[in-house]
């Protein structure tokens, strides 16, 4: 379709975790002749693969690899932010177009997402020595009750660690105490597509492809990133599998209680990752919303469809 002209500039595909996202952008992508440009906050990181679910597989179809961004592109144990998503994302969109092709956004991460799609004001914010002694001591949810107090970009979504939260209390504070912050970004023009997955199903999948994560060697994975230097606490920081699985390595929790803590972790992350979709559809955000298990031909045809249909 690269040689039709399309009134979006934009493909997005959303929708909580274990919905089958990667699956049915990639196909996407290569009927549309497009690109994926990833919208997760773990991916990012080189080395964390069956933890944040990369599933790398999935870019290849009949042979051919789907050209991906924005994945495997910082050192485990950096934090990356999302301004620096915001940044890299419109780099990764415009050199995209250059190259003749059709973005598509793919991922769960709605803060993510959503600096792209609302272009927040966005700036790398300095650490704050003040505000983290003040909150020093809180717990996570005294913390996400502040986080609710804000009524910008945060919220429980990425914020699974007491630090995550302190930093977007942080990054918060100072776009409330700087609204004169002024950026010129590219204009996107989205499809939004979301991928959505009933609940029962969606808890039965979590947890299958949580018990094959630990089959093909997740719990290696983690030691392998402790053995190279990332310390327990950065690993701890990341959140969901990392966090569980470290404290797990480090003898604060037995097997068992790690895979049952992180399997009830995960599906309330889902739940978040939705509540957090629905939000942006009070919001004024359209989302169309696709099954799951609806035979992915009959989705690309519906998406094919919105595509060419005038605003």
């Known amino acids: ?19 089958g996202k990667t699956t049915f952008a990639t196909h996407l992508a290569k009927k549309l002749d497009g690109e994926i440009i990833s919208a997760d906050s773990r991916q990012v990181y080189k080395g964390m693969d ?3 679910g990369k599933d790398l597989e999935d870019y290849t179809i009949d042979g051919q690899l789907i050209p991906y961004h924005l994945i495997d592109i910082v050192d485990a144990g950096y934090k990356y932010n999302v301004f620096e998503y915001q940044t890299d994302f419109f780099k990764a969109f415009e050199k995209v177009q250059q190259n003749g092709h059709f973005p598509i956004m793919c991922g769960g991460t709605g803060m993510y997402i959503e600096s792209v799609l609302k272009k927040y004001k966005l700036i790398n914010v300095p650490n704050n020595p003040a505000l983290r002694e003040q909150l020093e001591g809180k717990t996570i949810e005294d913390l996400s ?13 990425d914020t ?18 700087h609204p004169e912050i002024e950026l010129d970004l590219p204009d996107v023009n989205p499809l939004i597509i979301g991928v959505n997955i009933d609940r029962n199903a969606r808890r039965k999948k979590i947890t299958d492809r949580l018990q094959k994560r630990f089959d093909e060697g997740m719990l290696d994975e983690v030691r392998a990133l402790l053995d190279k230097g990332v310390t327990p606490d950065d690993l701890i920081y990341y959140g969901l599998e990392y966090k ?4 797990h390595i480090i003898g604060e929790l037995t097997y068992k209680e790690m895979f049952d803590k992180l399997n009830v972790s995960i599906h ?5 990752q939705m509540t957090w979709y629905r939000g942006m559809e009070r919001k004024g955000t359209k989302i169309h919303w ?3 298990f609806e035979p992915i031909e009959q989705r690309m045809e519906k998406v094919e469809k919105l595509l060419r249909t005038p605003l």
């Open 268 to 272: 309330q992350f889902a739940k978040r």
């Open 145 to 157: 009750k502040i986080l609710e107090s804000f009524k910008s970009l945060h919220n429980q979504t």
């Open 1 to 19: 379709m690269s040689d039709i002209q399309l009134p979006y500039n934009l493909l997005v595909i959303l929708g909580p975790t274990a919905s």
């Open 50 to 52: 069956l933890g944040t």
């Open 160 to 177: 699974e660690t007491v630090a995550r939260a302190i930093r977007a209390i942080e990054i918060e504070t100072y776009y409330q105490d």
């Open 244 to 247: 569980y699985l470290t404290q």
């Open 290 to 292: 696709v099954d799951a």
